[in-house]
């Protein structure tokens, strides 16, 4: 049978794919946010859930993944689901035969009741859900975007703040190609009052096209070219790496990958006492381990933990299941 076709500003996600957070309104996204917070509280608590008892999800990794991989995949199993996990599908599945995308997402739906995808083509998630019977969630198509990685990013500011709208943030890397960067932004574009700083390489900014749709969507976005130029006043910076597959010519990649660099220096002079430092991982270079100390950087605490109960809320809602 056909996926339910759901109009987004119910809040109903069940057998609803997560492709693109243009599907998401606010009400999204706090829904969202109450489930995970239960989550949080039934891990944190150690308490046991068959919530997911007789599903199975999918896990189709055609990119290298740690944290999206490993939290969805503890995600589903806290809640007492199971998964078939195939990671580089491009050498340990029929795809090394030729077999097309359709043909593969059509013979895993056979097995189970979700597939989640990361991929290193823009669109092959649509694609997925096209071919797809049951739901699909985005977990990363390419250079397009990485929808529950905005969802755990929002979740983290919502929690220090505890409010999306009037929030100045500064966004440093991989503006081009960074598909968290796409999402997050997408994100906080629901939202009235945000201010973005955004610090890129001249080969890494974000497009001309992207700037426009991002400011008609109601952001404001103001261009920097150093670090002395990031405001005291920021509520978080949001730094990500230069992404060395996204290169052709390499010594264009070893020119930029470490242009902006966070220290315990940097910290000191232009960051405010209650900001937050986010990454979305991997780091390669651009925050000095030192960094990790500061109680003000999240990346490998509040993060990380995120993911997980942002997961187990997403796909807890898709199968339609509720605590």
Same mark, same amino acid.
């Given at each position: 049978?056909?996926?339910?076709?759901?109009?987004?500003?119910?809040?109903?996600?069940?057998?609803?794919d997560i492709l693109s957070f243009d599907q998401f309104t606010p009400n999204d996204l706090f829904h969202i946010f109450t489930t995970a917070k239960e989550m949080?509280?039934?891990v944190k608590k150690k308490v046991p859930s068959d919530l997911l008892r007789g599903t199975i999800t999918t896990l189709l990794f055609y990119e290298p993944s740690s944290r999206t991989f490993a939290s969805f995949n503890a995600a589903i199993k806290r809640l007492g689901g199971q998964t078939i996990d195939i990671q580089n599908p491009g050498q340990t599945s029929s795809v090394a035969k030729g077999e097309t995308l359709a043909d593969t997402i059509r013979t895993f739906e056979a097995y189970s009741d979700l597939i989640i995808m990361r991929h290193p083509i823009k669109g092959a998630a649509k694609e997925a859900a096209n071919a797809a019977s049951? %739901?699909?969630?985005?977990?990363? @198509?390419?250079?397009?975007?990485? %929808?529950?990685?905005?969802?755990? @990013?929002?979740?983290?500011?919502?929690e220090k703040f505890g409010r999306l709208n009037h929030l100045t943030g500064v966004l440093v890397g991989d503006l081009l190609n960074g598909r968290t960067i796409h999402s997050l932004l997408r994100g906080l574009s629901l939202f009235e009052g945000n201010e973005i700083y955004l610090l890129a390489p001249q080969i890494l900014k974000l497009s001309p096209q992207d700037k426009q749709d991002f400011r008609k969507r109601g952001l404001k976005l103001i261009e920097i070219t150093n670090d002395k130029e990031i405001p005291k006043t920021a509520n978080f910076w949001y730094w990500t790496r230069v992404q060395k597959e996204r290169f052709t010519n390499l010594s264009d990649y070893e020119r930029v990958k470490t242009a902006f660099t966070v220290t315990p220096e940097l910290m000191k002079s232009r960051a405010g006492k209650d900001m937050i430092l986010m990454h979305p991982l991997p780091r390669v270079g651009e925050i000095a381990k030192a960094v990790d100390k500061d109680p003000r950087a999240v990346y490998l605490r509040a993060q990380i933990r995120n993911g997980m109960f942002i997961r187990m809320a997403v796909v807890s809602l898709i199968l339609g299941k509720k605590l």
């Amino acid at each position: 049978m056909p996926k339910t076709q759901t109009k987004t500003n119910t809040a109903t996600f069940e057998r609803r794919d997560i492709l693109s957070f243009d599907q998401f309104t606010p009400n999204d996204l706090f829904h969202i946010f109450t489930t995970a917070k239960e989550m949080a509280y039934q891990v944190k608590k150690k308490v046991p859930s068959d919530l997911l008892r007789g599903t199975i999800t999918t896990l189709l990794f055609y990119e290298p993944s740690s944290r999206t991989f490993a939290s969805f995949n503890a995600a589903i199993k806290r809640l007492g689901g199971q998964t078939i996990d195939i990671q580089n599908p491009g050498q340990t599945s029929s795809v090394a035969k030729g077999e097309t995308l359709a043909d593969t997402i059509r013979t895993f739906e056979a097995y189970s009741d979700l597939i989640i995808m990361r991929h290193p083509i823009k669109g092959a998630a649509k694609e997925a859900a096209n071919a797809a019977s049951i %739901p699909v969630i985005n977990a990363g @198509d390419g250079i397009g975007e990485h %929808p529950t990685q905005a969802l755990l @990013d929002l979740y983290t500011l919502y929690e220090k703040f505890g409010r999306l709208n009037h929030l100045t943030g500064v966004l440093v890397g991989d503006l081009l190609n960074g598909r968290t960067i796409h999402s997050l932004l997408r994100g906080l574009s629901l939202f009235e009052g945000n201010e973005i700083y955004l610090l890129a390489p001249q080969i890494l900014k974000l497009s001309p096209q992207d700037k426009q749709d991002f400011r008609k969507r109601g952001l404001k976005l103001i261009e920097i070219t150093n670090d002395k130029e990031i405001p005291k006043t920021a509520n978080f910076w949001y730094w990500t790496r230069v992404q060395k597959e996204r290169f052709t010519n390499l010594s264009d990649y070893e020119r930029v990958k470490t242009a902006f660099t966070v220290t315990p220096e940097l910290m000191k002079s232009r960051a405010g006492k209650d900001m937050i430092l986010m990454h979305p991982l991997p780091r390669v270079g651009e925050i000095a381990k030192a960094v990790d100390k500061d109680p003000r950087a999240v990346y490998l605490r509040a993060q990380i933990r995120n993911g997980m109960f942002i997961r187990m809320a997403v796909v807890s809602l898709i199968l339609g299941k509720k605590l």
